[in-house]
């Protein structure tokens, strides 16, 4: 079992900048790939960006690429989403998600435990 436990959402203003951070509890934090999803109101949850056990591989959304960056820090049994250049359309719940597995991957299906979100708002 793990815990997720997401925080650092808020308000900010278009342009801005945000991190998320992600902290797990429980079973051995590297032994897990990671990843993070939105959903915004009236809207499927949609994957943003994801990362392999070691942090060596990413993925991201067409939507998101060179705008947001995944990380993970094992030691501290954290992953981490820096937003910037914030959007409206960025606006959404953000949730982190971890998978019994080594590899990332896009497919919220693939994912056995999620944290319980956070909001991010950003304003025009």
């Known amino acids: 079992q793990v815990q997720l436990v997401e925080s650092g959402g808020g308000l900010v203003q278009a342009g801005g900048s945000l991190r998320l951070s992600c902290a797990a509890s429980?079973?051995?934090?590297?032994?897990?790939?990671m990843g993070w999803f939105r959903q915004a109101p009236g809207k499927e949850r949609e994957f943003v960006a994801a990362?392999?056990?070691?942090?060596?591989?990413?993925y991201y959304a067409d939507s998101v690429k060179g705008r947001f960056t995944i990380s993970r820090d094992n030691a501290k049994n954290t992953m981490y989403l820096q937003m910037n250049s914030l959007k409206p359309e960025d606006t959404a719940v953000y949730y982190c998600?971890?998978?019994?597995?080594?590899?990332?991957?896009?497919?919220?299906?693939?994912?056995?435990?999620w944290g319980q979100g956070t909001q991010v708002t950003v304003s025009s």
């Open positions: 429980g079973r051995t934090f590297s032994r897990y790939a």
């Open positions: 998600a971890a998978r019994g597995g080594l590899g990332a991957r896009r497919d919220s299906g693939e994912y056995d435990y």
């Open positions: 990362i392999n056990w070691t942090g060596g591989s990413t």
